[in-house]
């Protein structure tokens, strides 16, 4: 579980948790938890993602990957363990019972099916098959946009947004995971393995569906500056200091990693 | 997801949900929820310790297991996504915020570490090692104990009980659990695959811990025995109709499969 969870990384999920809290005007240390939370459930879907069953890497954040290290049952179960304290830990932060609860609704709900784990279960049924623009969009509004859009509304939740509010974290983290994803193609694309810590050019090995095989690099990365665009527009609509959250989505398709 | 969920099976753990919380007088009707969120808790945990790379099990309720059916894949996801559906369940059942944060941090706690998973890493890392009675109860307490305990705190939950109360449910699980352990050993020696829908001899094969390796048949039966006894000291002390729960935990040791 340590080996996964807390092995360099980006934790922009996390990060977006707390900028989310802030963009409506809330401690974001108030959403420390939840944050953690949500780490540890992208932490049990990349564990679970690289077992030999499934994508079978070798390589995750620059080190081996837990099934490597560890053997694939302690590796099942890692990822198991990680995504109980998730859920754990997210029902008994500090925060009132009903946004507790509500956390721990909308952080199973983004992970499961559908979700994250829906997402990966289509991901997996696709490979092989023609690329196609709407098996695409669905596959990452799953396997990666429920949880960067859950990781948006889980900080606004400890923040007390109101429907509105919520709405539009949702919509921001859903374009800002479109952007990302798009931006995940581009770099197993164009990327190294040495720079990004895990192994590149597997998508297209295993004939994945991505944005650069369906419509080109030039094109998939223009949409990933489209998907910003409009994940921003919704971040301008909230009452608090929006700086952290707009650079962590103008990160999610310019970063180098 | 429904291969596994729906298959013929005891469902004992909802069934002691439902029957605590009519121990502690309220319509057990009201636990419904919570108690298909721990069934499907145990489902999860059968589809992952029955892949190769655990107990490698072909067979399970009478049906081939779930990687059999659907391959690796599909059966770590389908684990997966009944784990998440069980929290998104327990979040959203019909209570009060403070039962359903309560009832998610029960449900999480006994599901990861300390608890089911643990148990099952205890269990792998103790294969063929010596037998060792505080070892197997250590294993036994985490890998089954805990969700059986949890199953009967969570109709607790449900009821509001009092800490007392939910201190006997508690305790009562715990004995039952340790009951239904015995039994599940001794049955594994004693019955055949045809019988209980699973592979028998199984344990002695993998040089598993268990009673009747550690203590023999005669003296393992006694012991699951007494833990009913103390079981139902635990369940005296509660104030509604008792006779359901009872019944169910004398059924954990009586039964022959």
Not at 189 to 198: F, I, P, R, V
Request: hydrophobic residues 45%; aromatic residues 4%.
């Amino acid at each position: 579980m340590r080996w996964s969870a807390l092995a360099p990384g980006k934790r922009l999920r996390p990060a977006l948790v707390m900028a989310s809290c802030e963009a409506l005007g809330c401690d974001p240390t108030h959403s420390l938890d939840v944050a953690c939370a949500v780490e540890m459930v992208h932490c049990f879907s990349l564990i679970h993602d690289d077992l030999p069953a499934i994508d079978d890497d070798d390589l995750r954040r620059g080190r081996p990957t837990c099934h490597v290290k560890f053997g694939e049952a302690l590796a099942i179960l890692a990822g198991d363990a990680l995504f109980a304290l998730a859920f754990r830990v997210a029902a008994n932060m500090k925060a009132s019972a009903e946004a507790r609860a509500d956390a721990v609704s909308v952080l199973a709900g983004a992970a499961g099916t559908p979700g994250l784990v829906a997402g990966e279960v289509l991901d997996i049924l696709a490979e092989g098959t023609e690329p196609n623009l709407e098996a695409v969009q669905q596959i990452h509004a799953w396997k990666t946009g429920s949880l960067i859009s859950a990781s948006c509304v889980l900080g606004g939740i400890i923040a007390g947004a109101d429907a509105e509010q919520r709405q539009h974290l949702s919509e921001a983290g859903r374009w800002a995971g479109q952007a990302f994803q798009i931006a995940d193609d581009v770099l197993n694309e164009t990327s190294t393995a040495d720079h990004l810590g895990k192994a590149v050019g597997s998508d297209r090995e295993k004939s994945k569906q991505t944005y650069p095989a369906l419509m080109g690099l030039e094109a998939a990365k223009a949409a990933g500056e489209e998907c910003v665009e409009r994940a921003v527009e919704h971040v301008q609509r909230l009452p608090g200091p929006k700086e952290a959250l707009q650079s962590l989505i103008r990160y999610s398709v310019d970063r180098t990693l």
